[in-house]
Nanobody
Framework: EVQLVESGGGLVQPGGSLRLSCAAS????????MSWVRQAPGKGLEWVSS????????YYADSVKGRFTISTDNAKNTLYLQMNSLKPEDTAVYYC???????????????????????WGPGTQVTVSS
C-alpha cells in the first residue's frame, strides 16, 4: 500500500525553525514530483513547494521563498521541508503529496505549480505563535 506519513510539526515562536519529514513507503520518491501543501485554519489548500527528486529541481511559492527549503533523501525515501524565519501566517496543517503536476511558466519566468496530487499524507500541524 502506497503511504506517506508526515512528522516534525509543533508549536514554535515567530522567527523560529522547524523541519518537517515525510516518509514514503511502497513507492520510490524519484518516480514522482513531491510537494508540500498547507491549509491554514478556515482557508483553502495552498501549494508551498515541489521537488523533482531525480534531478533536484525545486520550486517555491512566493510566500515561502528564501525561508523554506525542500529536499529529499532518496536512500531513506524521505521528503523534508526545512522552515526558517517562521511567521504566524505559516500556521497550518502541512501535507506532503506524491505529485504528477508540472511547473507553469510565462515569459516572466516561473509562474506557479499545477498540482495533480496522487497520494497524500494525513498532515502535521505547525503553529507559529508567541
Amino acid at each position: 500500500e502506497v503511504q506517506l506519513v508526515e512528522s516534525g510539526g509543533g508549536l514554535v515562536q515567530p522567527g523560529g525553525s522547524l523541519r518537517l519529514s515525510c516518509a514514503a513507503s511502497a513507492f520510490a520518491l524519484n518516480n514522482y514530483a513531491m510537494s508540500w501543501v498547507r491549509q491554514a485554519p478556515g482557508k483553502g489548500l495552498e501549494w508551498v513547494s515541489s521537488i523533482f527528486s531525480a534531478s533536484g529541481v525545486t520550486y517555491y511559492a512566493d510566500s515561502v521563498k528564501g525561508r523554506f527549503t525542500i529536499s529529499t533523501d532518496n536512500a531513506k525515501n524521505t521528503l523534508y521541508l526545512q522552515m526558517n524565519s517562521l511567521k504566524p501566517e505559516d500556521t497550518a496543517v502541512y501535507y506532503c503529496a506524491a505529485d504528477q503536476g508540472v511547473p507553469r511558466f510565462t515569459s516572466g519566468g516561473f509562474a506557479g505549480w499545477e498540482g495533480r496530487y496522487a497520494t497524500w499524507g494525513p498532515g502535521t500541524q505547525v503553529t507559529v505563535s508567541s
